[in-house]
């Protein structure tokens, strides 16, 4: 990592909840996606990345919300760089205490983010007292209380979906090769495989992908590994058994990509979440 710019990260042992706070100077990370909802507050400088095919600009106090999947960069835009607080909420845990919140929830329905950014200083304050006793380790109650107040802010800018196996926004071909992809994501697949599985040329195939999701087929791929990626080191896979496991072609390549992502190694995230040893 760039010496000018640094990451401090967390993992809360009974929600899984990992805390985040970095400073990023230039180029901060290349497109990627999590899957987790990520809310966090900047907080010292202009934070600019692209989500929802919209260009956003985060100043100070500025809360910015991401849902899982949802393909996202990082850039510093001002010599300065830009600072940042943030949450990765595990959705199985958000999903069951937001409908705890909301008795009359929308059947069959998931809960989603309504925008990207906010200026809502009460839910800035909220995310970052809840970061601040999370990322400490403060006692169980404590940090239980920050996270009620936490969702009771989130509620506001929360939208029910209703849950569909296919998306009507995007075309049929781009679903196809995604489902593709994921239950086949860590084999040795090829394009002309995935562009087979949907009935037409590779070239198709790969206009349609990037039109719909923002990334090439290949890309995706590479994503899905590493989302997996970061759960087992997390649980304290060694990186070598994590690349093997996933289909990187070895250990170094699975650090190349994981770096260009998240700005850690594997062994260095894996040592923070697990306080493991390398």
């Given at each position: 990592m760039d010496k000018r710019n640094w990451i401090e990260l967390s993992q809360d042992a009974d929600t899984g909840i990992e805390s985040i706070r970095a400073h990023f100077q230039g180029h901060a990370y290349d497109p990627h996606w999590h899957d987790s909802f990520l809310v966090g507050v900047t907080e010292q400088g202009v934070q600019q990345f692209n989500c929802r095919r919209v260009r956003h600009l985060s100043t100070p106090g500025k809360v910015f919300m991401l849902e899982p999947g949802e393909i996202h960069d990082g850039h510093a835009p001002t010599d300065e760089g830009f600072t940042y607080s943030m949450l990765y909420l595990d959705p199985r845990w958000l999903e069951r205490e937001v409908f705890a919140l909301f008795e009359d929830a929308p059947a069959n329905s998931q809960p989603g983010f309504a925008d990207t950014l906010s200026q809502?200083?009460?839910?800035?304050?909220?995310?970052?007292?809840?970061?601040?006793v999370l990322h400490e380790g403060d006692l169980r109650i404590v940090r239980q209380s920050a996270l009620d107040a936490l969702l009771?802010?989130?509620?506001?800018?929360?939208?029910?979906?209703?849950?569909?196996?296919?998306?009507p926004r995007l075309p049929l071909v781009a679903q196809v090769a995604r489902d593709y992809l994921h239950a086949h994501a860590y084999e040795d697949i090829g394009l002309d495989d995935v562009a087979q599985a949907c009935g037409v040329d590779r070239f198709r195939l790969t206009r349609a992908f990037k039109a719909a999701f923002g990334l090439a087929p290949h890309a995706y791929l590479i994503q899905l590994r590493l989302a997996k990626a970061r759960q087992l080191l997390a649980r304290g896979g060694s990186p070598a058994q994590v690349a093997s496991a996933l289909g990187f072609a070895d250990q170094s390549h699975m650090g190349r990509w994981f770096r260009r992502a998240y700005q850690l190694t594997p062994a260095d995230y894996r040592k923070r979440c697990s306080n493991l040893p390398d």
């Open positions: 809502d200083p009460g839910l800035a304050t909220a995310i970052y007292q809840a970061f601040q009771g802010s989130l509620t506001c800018h929360l939208d029910w979906r209703k849950r569909q196996g296919v998306d």
